[in-house]
């Protein structure tokens, strides 16, 4: 059997295994469908592969067996859910959430200064933070600078993580949803320097 490439990176090894049923299948769809994200990021062209993707998840009878011994109906396919920052997708650092919990850690500890918005009309305190739970925005105050506001969003979203954690059924979910709360709670406890500090050092590295 000839093998297939999908989006010019993967490898289709499993004859018909695109479908099920008469329909498209859903473990075939979500192995493309993080294909797809890996090609349309803006590095894609100038990371490595591996930066993107494990190799073996190129091959989609290996993702395939994988995906099977997890809990994925209903769910979605998260690489964030053990490191914000992370880009790479593998079994390493990928679990199957929920769309609460997806959305929860998406929003979003990239950008320089995460949570923190800058709103001229408050000439005194021209930052504000906010953050977005179960589809609605919270207001959190205003500060005087973007990094007092970005304080104030990673204490709200380390609260936030940890009730989503404690409230998970899934124990991996749930270890790694607690571990990001804490990664939240150290950012709240920066100085200014050691956060212009570490936010340069990421910058530097590609992450913000």
Not at 160 to 184: F, H, I, N, P
């Amino acid at each position: 059997m000839s093998k297939l490439k999908v989006m010019g990176i993967g490898v289709m090894d499993v004859k018909g295994g695109s479908r099920y049923m008469g329909s498209m299948c859903k473990m075939y769809q979500c192995w493309q469908a993080m294909l797809v994200r890996c090609v349309n990021h803006p590095d894609f062209h100038y990371k490595p592969l591996d930066y993107f993707v494990s190799e073996e998840w190129l091959t989609y009878s290996v993702f395939k067996k994988w995906m099977g011994k997890q809990n994925w109906k209903g769910k979605c396919l998260a690489k964030e859910i053990r490191c914000s920052l992370n880009v790479r997708y593998s079994k390493e650092t990928c679990l199957f959430v929920t769309k609460q919990v997806q959305a929860a850690i998406r929003r979003s500890m990239r950008g320089e200064y995460p949570g923190a918005h800058y709103a001229p009309q408050n000439t005194n305190k021209p930052y504000t933070a906010r953050i977005h739970v179960l589809g609605v925005y919270t207001y959190l105050g205003a500060f005087k600078t973007k990094y007092e506001a970005s304080i104030v969003y990673n204490r709200a979203r380390a609260d936030y993580l940890q009730r989503l954690g404690e409230g998970e059924e899934d124990k991996k979910v749930c270890s790694a949803l607690l571990g990001l709360a804490e990664t939240c709670r150290k950012e709240a406890r920066l100085t200014q320097q050691e956060w212009d500090n570490q936010k340069a050092m990421l910058k530097i590295a590609g992450f913000t």
